[in-house]
């Protein structure tokens, strides 16, 4: 099939904070620099989901000017709680005793998605070429294997890949350089990653699942520019997680949770846990009476300094979420992606103009406060392996006494899909009954996503093995995929008498959390782009 290219000095493959950084300082430095951005989502931001409480210091770095040029980041942190709960009670530990990574009093809580949609907007008035609705379906390499570009989806292509009326071939982005800046778990990324070895030296990658929801409330209920954090209750002792708590402007607040995909108990569910977590007597006073008004949930990567892969190859960088530069114990992500970002545009300059290798990157990177910022932070997740008494307690010593500068690096032994036991030896968790005030089921939940995907395509959840799941996952784990998902893309079906199951994947339900591709304990599950502008649509996440 012939197809058509376009060619530009560097290709972009994703509309998040680390590739809209890239592309705005790519421009700074060389105007004349040509550049496209690939977005899977309908529109810049739509596939953006975050706490988010925003730390400037790589906006400062890349548009100093941000409050004068209108951007949207207005409201302060004014105030800080953190609480260890039990099923009804809490206790208030003292902020002054919080580690100084954990404090946010000059901060600013924001929507990441709007703050996309700025950038972009900043993007653009430099010259960079954005293309919303097209999703990077695939890897384009030269002979010698380095990267070449990437190819844009087919569009209209039915569920038995045969050619709609509608079709229309995907085009070339063919690129000096490509930057891979897709997020959490790329589904480029990690075919990048296997093909160069990336991960080599590194500790196997760590995520978490997130996720988020946006209530108006009574303003009695409001204060805003509060930040409220809990650990506790309703995770037991060797469950890693916990919740998050934002008092946004207009009587918003932005709450969600998060808990750690390393879990052990097939039973769990993410989802049912973060609404049940709403029941706690703090919680459902403060949105009684309110109304949830948004919903979404993301993974989100949480193996930091040991965990982070080479991030440079041939032809190509791999930047932001994408590598892992998420600090986990500051629960941020955006202000490290934008920095990676940056240094990745002062990479490319160097490359394009002085003929330096593309690996000046990884060198800038480690001289970077980015750098630093991951390795004070290294010993925190993995030190909550011998629970959350512990970890609290190490990371107290790491954090607090030695500010991140313990004379050793504890490691990450297991990735993710790894850690299921197997059902029979886990207890069964019995969930309450969401009320439709204060919880919620997940139908009405991916409603609020606004997700929605082309009638008739090929499933974008592929399945190495079609028996897998009933053979081996369901017997085992009593299908866990269908618990871990978000939004319910993924039920067990059986007969009226309870017998002959299937697995079924309600695929244009999907939210692209990717937390399937993560944790289906065999592998089996392998989520590639569906068609460009498909997902959800998220606005003010």
Same mark, same amino acid.
């Given at each position: 099939m012939e197809r058509e290219s376009m060619n530009y000095d560097v290709v972009i493959v994703g509309a998040g904070p680390s590739g809209l950084s890239a592309a705005i300082k790519l421009k700074q430095l060389d105007p004349e620099v040509s550049i496209c951005i690939l977005e899977k989502g309908s529109e810049v931001g739509a596939h953006i989901i975050s706490g988010n409480v925003f730390e400037t210091r790589a906006l400062d770095e890349l548009?100093?000017?941000?409050?004068?040029k209108g951007a949207p980041i207005k409201t302060k942190v004014k105030n800080e709680k953190f609480f260890f709960l039990g099923k009804s009670s809490s206790f208030s530990w003292p902020v002054w005793l919080l580690p100084s990574v954990q404090k946010n009093h000059k901060n600013y809580i924001i929507s990441l998605a709007n703050l996309c949609r700025w950038l972009a907007e900043q993007a653009e008035a430099l010259g960079v070429e954005i293309f919303p609705g097209f999703a990077a379906s695939k890897i384009l390499f030269n002979e010698d294997e380095s990267v070449k570009g990437v190819q844009s989806g087919d569009m209209g292509i039915a569920k038995d890949g045969a050619q709609k009326d509608n079709f229309e071939?995907?085009?070339?982005?063919?690129?000096?350089v490509t930057i891979f800046a897709e997020g959490c778990r790329g589904h480029l990324g990690k075919v990048l990653i296997k093909k160069f070895s990336l991960d080599k030296n590194c500790d196997p990658q760590q995520y978490g699942i997130g996720f988020k929801e946006i209530w108006e409330?009574? @303003?009695?209920n409001h204060n805003e520019g509060l930040v409220m954090h809990t650990a506790g209750w309703p995770l037991d002792n060797k469950t890693y997680g916990g919740s998050f708590c934002y008092h946004a402007e207009n009587n918003k607040i932005f709450i969600g949770y998060v808990i750690g995909l390393d879990y052990q108990n097939p039973h769990l569910s993410p989802f049912d846990e973060f609404q049940r977590f709403k029941e706690h007597p703090i919680i459902n006073t403060m949105l009684s009476g309110g109304?949830?008004? &948004?919903y979404g &949930?993301?993974?989100?990567i949480e193996g930091g300094f040991q965990s982070l892969p080479q991030m440079h190859m041939p032809g190509a960088l791999l930047i932001g979420c994408n590598a892992g530069t998420l600090n986990m114990p500051k629960i941020k992500g955006s202000h490290t992606a934008m920095k990676s970002g940056i240094l990745a545009a002062e990479a490319i300059i160097d490359h394009l103009k002085?003929?330096?290798k593309l690996s000046i990157y990884e060198k800038k990177f480690k001289n970077s406060w980015v750098h630093? @910022?991951?390795?004070? &932070?290294?010993?925190?997740?993995?030190?909550?392996?011998?629970?959350?008494?512990?970890?609290?307690i190490l990371t107290g010593l790491d954090q607090i006494i030695f500010r991140g500068r313990l004379p050793f690096t504890l490691k990450h032994h297991h990735s993710d899909y790894e850690t299921l036991k197997s059902s029979s030896e886990m207890p069964t968790i019995q969930y309450p009954k969401p009320d439709g005030k204060i919880t919620f089921d997940k139908t009405s939940s991916v409603y609020l996503t606004g997700t929605n995907h082309a009638d008739n395509?090929?499933?974008?959840?592929?399945?190495?093995?079609?028996s897998l799941p009933i053979n081996y996952t369901l017997k085992n784990f009593d299908e866990p995929a269908q618990r871990y998902c978000p939004v319910g893309v993924y039920e067990i079906q059986r007969d009226e008498n309870g017998n002959n199951p299937k697995f079924i994947i309600n695929s244009q339900n999907c939210i692209h959390c990717k937390t399937c591709d993560i944790k289906e304990p065999s592998q089996n599950i392998t989520w590639v782009a569906p068609e460009g502008g498909g997902g959800p649509n998220y606005t003010n996440m």
């Open positions: 548009i100093p000017e941000w409050k004068e071939p995907g085009i070339e982005l063919i690129g000096k409330v009574n @303003e009695e109304k949830r008004i &948004a &949930a993301r993974a989100l002085n003929g330096s630093t @910022e991951l390795f004070k &932070a290294r010993n925190v997740k993995p030190s909550f392996r011998w629970g959350l008494v512990l970890g609290v395509q090929p499933v974008h959840l592929q399945l190495k093995d079609q």
